[in-house]
Structure formats: structure tokens, C-alpha cells
């Protein structure tokens, strides 16, 4: 789990002091608490003697901080840990957090999904259903959201797992601090305070809730644990019914000064071409959309296709051009090479831009990859200014259509992860914060 990783340790106290906080002893603590439950939740379990010598903390410290976190539930002792070393074996330390969870939700165009996972990643609830989100307009949406927390908590209960966060996962321009959706073209919203209806509704107070745009998510997923995961430098594609991505440079997530990074389906790529759903022309959403694939590949099944590139039915619609594929159609053949050339032509925008090493393509991209790949590649080595130089690839996620709920997940782990004091200790009892060396 490698979110946005914020090192502890010896680094704790500058960290500390350049954000401008007091630089105190519980300050030192919860970076020191961060840094071992980070340590063995990236690097698995580990005996104290070697969690001291792998972080360069004492091992006194260590020996306290990891009792404070069995306190709290977030890792367990097991058996001896052998590692060849003369003497007596010390026991193993690994990340338990059985009674932390942390849901990943997800709103779009035809679905909702959820996706729930306990601090150690063992999987608690895992749900897609079909939904009109767009044409049951936000109240309505909502309410359903709502309903799937709902039932998707109850499974933690069951579960003996207390939720350590909820974040909502939405394809459009998010204010992630205001918790609002600014604009969603393809769902049709704007303006609406998701955070604020969704924790209103929940009446949960000790759990928190926030709102990202869904490709940010997706992208944080894949570099956590897809095929990309831990390229520092990656691009993630969303490829379902609009075309969003997520940028990953140096190993965090780029959000730009107002948080709107990643709207790529929306950079102009042709100034004749055709309307798009955001209601400018020439939109790369228009040239590599779902939309854009059923009007070339099945254009007998390409009724119901309005101006806002809405496909009815979509998975039906990706299994018939599959079937068609199967059969030899030239056509759909054909299609698929242009949907991967107009890949590669805005990749290349991507990668002057960014210096990715990676081009992740979600979503249906993923799923008809191995016919969109060579030709997405061929264009992008041929228009990107350093050539072959920049060593870009693209690949296909095996993530599936859940990448961005799974991140989602994630971003409450990473909460924890970063302060392991939010989870109470188990009983409700205080726990000592005093270094003890």
C-alpha cells in the first residue's frame, strides 16, 4: 500500500517543523507510529530486532511503539522469527488491522460499486450493480449511494470491522476539500455536495467521508498494487463511457492548483471533429469513447447514441463487438485499430507533458487491449518528441472496472496508515503516548 507515502523516522520532526507544527513529542510519535506500521505493510512482517535495525529507530522505541499498535488492534505477534542469527528467536510482528476497515464507493454513468478492505487488504465487501445514475438525476442517485453504504457497512458489523473512512469515487471535476462534484458531464451534475449528503444521510459522525474523481482513484490503485505498481511515473486511462486519466509523477498524485488535473478526455485532439458531451468539438473522448467504438464497429447497433456519448447498455454492446471480433468482421477490426491509433495520438500529448514511463489503459480499454496495443504504441513512438527515447509503454490494467472503488479503499488505509492514533485502542482504553527510550 504505497499512497502519496509519507516517511516517518528521522525525517518525522523536519516534516513536522517545515508544515509549520510544533515539532512535540506526540508529533514525533505518530510519525514513529507511521513509520513501522508503514514499514511492515510494505515490506511484510518482521521481528522488533529487525524493525529497528530496517528503520534506524532504538529498539526500545521500536519495542514501545509496536506495543501501542497491538493496543490499538493494528498488528499481532506470532510465532518466533527465524532469521539464521545466533540466540533466542524473536517473534514476528505483522500488520493485523482485522478490526479496521475502509470502504471504497463508486458512482457512475450505469453502475454503483463498493469495495471494502481491512488495514491488512483482506477483501470484506466487494459489489457492482446496475444503476442510471445519469437519468435518475443526483437526489435520486444518491439515495441509492446511500442504500449500498449502508448495506456494505453492514457487512463490516458482521465483519466485527469498524470503518476508518468512506471515499466516493465520481467521474467529473471534484473539490476534494469542499467534498463537492463541481461538474460531471456525463452524469449530468454540477455543484452537488456529495460529502455532505452522503454523511448527513449515514449519521455516522466518527466516520469520514470524501469525495475524488474516479480516475485519480483508479490511478492511485494501479500504482499501489496493478500492473504499474510502483512506477513512480505512470498515466492511468479510464475507458468507460467518458475518458478521464490520473497522473502519477515522482510518486504522487498530480491535482493541479484547483484539483481538476486529469481531465484528458476533454484535451482537444481534432477542431473539425465532433461535438463532445462536455459541449465543445473535438474532444479525445469523441475520438476514443465507448461511443466513438460502437458508432465504427457496430454502427446497426448504434441507435440511442445522442450528442453526449451515452451507450445503452454497454456491456452488451463490448460482448456483441467481442462476438463480432471472434467472427473475423474486418469492420469491427478496423475499428478497433482507429480507436487504438487516436490512443496513441493523445498519449503522445500525455507523454511530452509528463515523461510517464507508463501509459495504464482501464476500463473497456483494458479489456479489448490486445487489439488496441500495437497500434496505440506504433503512434505514440512515432509522434512523441524524444521518440523511443522516452521508454513509454502502454499496458492494460487487470484491475477490471473496479480500479477506482478499489482506490477508493485505499485512501482510508492510507488515512490510517499515515496516523495509526485515529483508531481507538482496543476497549476504549487511553494508551500512554509517552516515549519511552
Not at 517473534?91 to 478492505?117: P, Q, S
Request: with cysteine; glycine share 14%; proline share 5%.
Amino acid at each position: 500500500m504505497r499512497f502519496e507515502p509519507a516517511r516517518g523516522g528521522a525525517d518525522g520532526f523536519a516534516r513536522a517543523r517545515s508544515a509549520g507544527e510544533p515539532a512535540d513529542q506526540a508529533t514525533v510519535r505518530r510519525s514513529n507510529l507511521s513509520l513501522v506500521l508503514r514499514h511492515l505493510s510494505e515490506h511484510g512482517p518482521r521481528s522488533r530486532s529487525a524493525i529497528a535495525t530496517e528503520t534506524g529507530l532504538n529498539k526500545t522505541t521500536v519495542s514501545s511503539l509496536v506495543s501501542e499498535l497491538q493496543a490499538r488492534g493494528l498488528v499481532d505477534e506470532t510465532g518466533p522469527a527465524h532469521n539464521g542469527a545466533v540466540g533466542r528467536p524473536g517473534r514476528t510482528v505483522t500488520v493485523d488491522g482485522a478490526r479496521v476497515g475502509a470502504l471504497g464507493l463508486e458512482i457512475n454513468v450505469d453502475y454503483i460499486a463498493a469495495y471494502g478492505i481491512d488495514l491488512a487488504g483482506r477483501v470484506l465487501v466487494d459489489r457492482r450493480a446496475s444503476f442510471d445514475a445519469m437519468g435518475s438525476g443526483p437526489e435520486r442517485s444518491l439515495d441509492e449511494l446511500t442504500r449500498v453504504a449502508e448495506a456494505s457497512l453492514a457487512e463490516f458489523e458482521a465483519a466485527k470491522a469498524t470503518a476508518a473512512g468512506i471515499t466516493v469515487a465520481v467521474p467529473g471535476l471534484i473539490d476534494v476539500a469542499a467534498g463537492t462534484v463541481v461538474f460531471a458531464p456525463n452524469l449530468g451534475w454540477r455543484g452537488v455536495p456529495v460529502v455532505g449528503r452522503l454523511a448527513a444521510a449515514l449519521a455516522r459522525p466518527t466516520v469520514p467521508v470524501t469525495v475524488d474523481n474516479d480516475a485519480n482513484l483508479a490511478a492511485l490503485a494501479e500504482f499501489s498494487r496493478g500492473v504499474a505498481a510502483g512506477v513512480p511515473d505512470l498515466v492511468y486511462l479510464t475507458g468507460e463511457v467518458g475518458v478521464g486519466g490520473g497522473v502519477i509523477s515522482a510518486g504522487r498524485l498530480v491535482r493541479g492548483a484547483d484539483g481538476f488535473a486529469g481531465e484528458v478526455g476533454h484535451v482537444l485532439v481534432d477542431p473539425y471533429g465532433e461535438r463532445c458531451g462536455c459541449g465543445r468539438i473535438g474532444c479525445w473522448e469523441t475520438k476514443v469513447g465507448l461511443a466513438a467504438l460502437v458508432r465504427m464497429a457496430t454502427p446497426d447497433h448504434a441507435y440511442g447514441l445522442g450528442v453526449d456519448g451515452i451507450v445503452p447498455d454497454p456491456e452488451e454492446r463490448l460482448t456483441e463487438i467481442e462476438r463480432r471480433l471472434a467472427d473475423g468482421d474486418l469492420r469491427v477490426a478496423q475499428a478497433l485499430k482507429e480507436i487504438g491509433r487516436w490512443l496513441g495520438i493523445g498519449g503522445a500529448t500525455l507523454v511530452n507533458v509528463f515523461n510517464p514511463r507508463v501509459i495504464v489503459l482501464g476500463g473497456y480499454f483494458a479489456r479489448l487491449g490486445i487489439h488496441v496495443l500495437a497500434a496505440a504504441q506504433a503512434e505514440l513512438d512515432r509522434l512523441v518528441v524524444t521518440g523511443q527515447e522516452s521508454r513509454c509503454a502502454f499496458v492494460a490494467s487487470d484491475l477490471g472496472f473496479g480500479a477506482a472503488a478499489l482506490g477508493a479503499a485505499h485512501v482510508a488505509v492510507e488515512r490510517v496508515l499515515t496516523d495509526p492514533t485515529l483508531v481507538t485502542p482496543v476497549g476504549g482504553n487511553p494508551y500512554q503516548l509517552e516515549e519511552r527510550r
